[in-house]
């Protein structure tokens, strides 16, 4: 008999594993982007399943939300005409050995390791948010300061150069 | 549900993503591969906190980890738009196979 959770992460799992096949085969590349964003909540499920509350939150609110909405902008404002016919390449047999292999390996090391498995007591929000702004204070408000330099730097790089200089 | 099948979903995750990154041609289909790869990450991280019987302290700082691993993701994707749209301006195209001018 199967158990309640064991079905749940089956669920979770094929959402994710079927988005990220359809990512990387389909032809249109707006479904690509929004087969991502079912692999982005099979993985927000994966993480719920996994007693991360917030951390399936902070996954709906980033991946679903901000980075499904940034990539359909970008794929408008470079037009998706010209995306027709083009979305694989020439190497497309040798990425394919290439991904078995690293599969193939991967598989046999987790197979191969002996990983003890006990399920941990779940960790509270409120925890997680004192840890964060107490032992975690200094690399949270860095984890900032990186972000805002990134997105001043995304700005800078695609304004108009005859405008503002 | 243990911690072999968080593994063997990450090395799915990851293998399809490398495949996307490898064999794609559009820069923006192979940044949507690199964020299936960050999440094949995620997921390995998040099955060793929560199912190999850790205590409370070292659960939680597997958890921000993975905040700041979400919060790169977030910088890493907002600067590769940025780069791809400058690209696009400049060569009227986002095909990698025709970004070559540093080959020798």
């Not at chain 1, 399943?49 to 996954?59: E, G, K, R, S």
């Not at chain 2, 995750?13 to 949507?32: D, E, K, Q, T």
């Not at chain 2, 390995?44 to 919060?71: D, K, P, S, W």
């Amino acid at each position: 008999m199967i158990s309640t959770d064991l079905l749940l992460f089956f669920i979770a799992s094929s959402l994710v594993v079927g988005g990220g096949v359809l990512v990387v085969t389909v032809k249109n590349i707006v479904y690509a982007a929004f087969a991502l964003l079912v692999a982005m909540l099979g993985t927000a499920g994966i993480f719920l399943l996994a007693f991360a509350d917030f951390l399936a939150l902070v996954q709906i609110l980033i991946y679903g939300g901000a980075v499904v909405v940034v990539i359909l902008f970008a794929l408008m404002l470079t037009r998706i005409e010209d995306f027709k016919g083009l979305t694989d390449n020439s190497q497309k047999p040798l990425a394919v050995l290439a991904s078995i292999t690293v599969l193939t390996i991967m598989m046999y090391a987790i197979v191969s390791t002996a990983m003890p498995s006990s399920k941990s007591d779940p960790v509270s929000m409120i925890d997680l948010g004192v840890n964060l702004f107490q032992d975690w204070a200094i690399p949270f408000e860095v984890a900032s300061l990186v972000l805002l330099v990134a997105l001043i730097g995304a700005v800078v790089l695609v304004r108009q150069d005859d405008e503002g200089r | 549900m243990t911690i072999i099948h968080f593994q063997f979903l990450s090395a799915i995750l990851f293998s399809l993503g490398l495949y996307g990154v490898l064999a794609r041609r559009s820069a923006v289909l192979i940044l949507m591969s690199i964020e299936l790869m960050l999440n094949a990450v995620n997921i390995n991280l998040i099955g060793f906190v929560a199912f190999r019987g850790f205590g409370q302290e070292i659960q939680t700082f597997g958890q921000v980890l993975i905040i700041f691993v979400i919060t790169i993701a977030a910088a890493e994707l907002a600067l590769a738009i940025a780069i791809i749209l400058r690209i696009y301006r400049n060569k009227n195209s986002v095909n990698v196979d025709e970004m070559n001018i540093l080959k020798g």
